[in-house]
């Protein structure tokens, strides 16, 4: 059963706007959660997290809200740029100061010009 | 930047054949790990590593084997491979952040097909 999904496979944003991308998770012991991008034939590189103590965390573009009654998590991208373009994956831990993360299938983030 | 490092990237290899995918990291990280994913589908932790001559399965069952002799290596075996092992098979390493989390650094990963 999956602990961490992310139902939408794919998404196409023009360049400038939000890009939003969505991730639910199940399992209500996780209270670390980390967004990775991941370009072709490149491993996935870690982009930014949130703990569990906060509802938000903003890093220039990249903002991830974290709503802790809903299980759901979302990463907003603010402007979307071409360079943004790539597979990201939410991940999650059960622990705060544990490296075993649980991988959502991940979304396809596509921006045109 | 972290630097580690995956080789080969691409292997195609006959079934029953014995493979050692290749992973190192110059960082000195003590943490080590393979995740196996599936094209569209999540990365599966197969192995970690807490330090040398430490070994761990993860979640997902492999019949891979690992190793950890030195620090910086962190290889993977198949002793036979077969098809069911085509998969990209990814290394990560890892460090505490500042504020006590963890954050993996993944290699380019190696895409292996089996025939």
């Known amino acids: 059963d999956q602990q961490v999904k992310q139902n939408s496979p794919s998404l196409s944003v023009q360049e400038g706007r939000i890009s939003i991308l969505n991730c639910d998770y199940t399992?209500?012991?996780?209270?670390?959660f980390l967004w990775y991008k991941k370009y072709p034939a490149e491993g996935p590189t870690f982009l930014i997290s949130?703990?569990?103590?906060?509802d938000k965390n903003e890093d220039g573009r990249f903002t991830v809200f974290l709503n802790k009654s809903a299980k759901h998590l979302s990463l907003h991208i603010v402007p979307s740029q071409p360079g943004d373009s790539a597979v990201y994956f939410c991940?999650?831990?059960?622990?705060?100061?544990?490296?075993?993360?649980?991988f959502g299938t991940g979304t396809r983030l596509q921006v045109f010009p | 930047e972290a630097d580690i490092y995956q080789t080969p990237r691409y292997l195609v290899i006959g079934t029953g054949k014995k493979i050692t995918l290749e992973c190192s990291q110059t960082?000195?990280?003590?943490?080590m790990y393979w995740y196996q994913q599936d094209p569209g589908m999540e990365l599966h932790l197969i192995h970690y590593?807490?330090?040398?001559?430490?070994?761990e399965k993860g979640d997902l069952s492999s019949e891979s084997t690992v190793s950890r002799i030195r620090t910086e290596h962190f290889p993977l075996t198949l002793e036979s491979a077969r098809p069911s092992h085509t998969s990209q098979y990814l290394c990560?390493?890892?460090?505490?952040?500042?504020?006590?989390?963890?954050?993996?650094?993944f290699g380019p990963g190696t895409r292996l097909t089996v025939t």
């Open positions: 590593s807490y330090g040398v001559n430490s070994t």
């Open positions: 949130i703990s569990s103590i906060k």
């Open positions: 991940a999650a831990s059960r622990s705060y100061n544990t490296d075993k993360l649980i």
């Open positions: 960082m000195g990280h003590d943490k």
């Open positions: 399992n209500s012991m996780f209270d670390y």
């Open positions: 990560a390493s890892s460090e505490p952040g500042a504020s006590g989390t963890y954050e993996q650094y």
